[in-house]
């Protein structure tokens, strides 16, 4: 990155959060949920974390976002997501009116070993969602992804998997394989 010859603005000036207001998009106006999510998802993927304060407070500090947006977006920003992709898929489920899944949780066998750590899943019907990025087509990585689903289902718990093409054009079909394991798995009142 070169150094400019231009004189900052007081917005770029000394203080804790110059970091993340300076990975943030500048010059675009963004008011409005939508939007405002938008700015969230973008900034979480930028700063390549998951830490939901952290995301927050650098949105915040971007004056052309509309404050009154956030806290209904950072309501739906998730806790634990390990990527965009997994975010939007959490987001279509929610909205399509299912119960919010626990993110990032832990399965264990009887003795207390841990299985996996899957993206999400809903407990109480032992249903896991997980999606599959571009990464899981290598040989390997799919090699261990089929062993580690097999481990999960041994335990009993049903795996849905989610992919770009699935989120992006084809919801449908997911969220109604996403109802089909929680009805199999004892939910009631879904909204499919």
């Avoid at 795996?159 to 929680?182: I, N």
Wanted: glycine share 8%.
């Amino acid at each position: 990155m070169r150094a400019s010859s231009r004189p900052r603005s007081p917005r770029w000036g000394a203080g804790a959060g110059n970091a993340l207001r300076s990975r943030l998009p500048s010059r675009v106006s963004c008011s409005g949920r939508n939007c405002c999510e938008d700015r969230l998802k973008t900034t979480s993927a930028r700063l390549g974390c998951r830490d939901g304060p952290r995301i927050e407070a650098a949105v915040r500090s971007d004056p052309t976002v509309d404050p009154a947006a956030i806290g209904d977006a950072m309501a739906d920003l998730p806790r634990g997501a390990e990527s965009p992709w997994e975010t939007r898929t959490r987001l279509l489920v929610v909205r399509a009116g299912f119960d919010k899944p626990d993110t990032q949780f832990l399965l264990v066998d009887d003795r207390g070993r841990l299985v996996a750590q899957v993206d999400m899943a809903w407990p109480e019907y032992r249903v896991v969602l997980e999606y599959d990025g571009d990464l899981h087509r290598e040989r390997d990585r799919y090699a261990r992804d089929v062993r580690r689903r097999n481990s999960i289902r041994r335990l009993g718990w049903d795996v849905v998997v989610a992919t770009k093409e699935l989120v992006v054009r084809h919801p449908d079909e997911l969220l109604e394989r996403v109802a089909s394991a929680l009805l199999a798995g004892g939910a009631t009142d879904l909204p499919i």
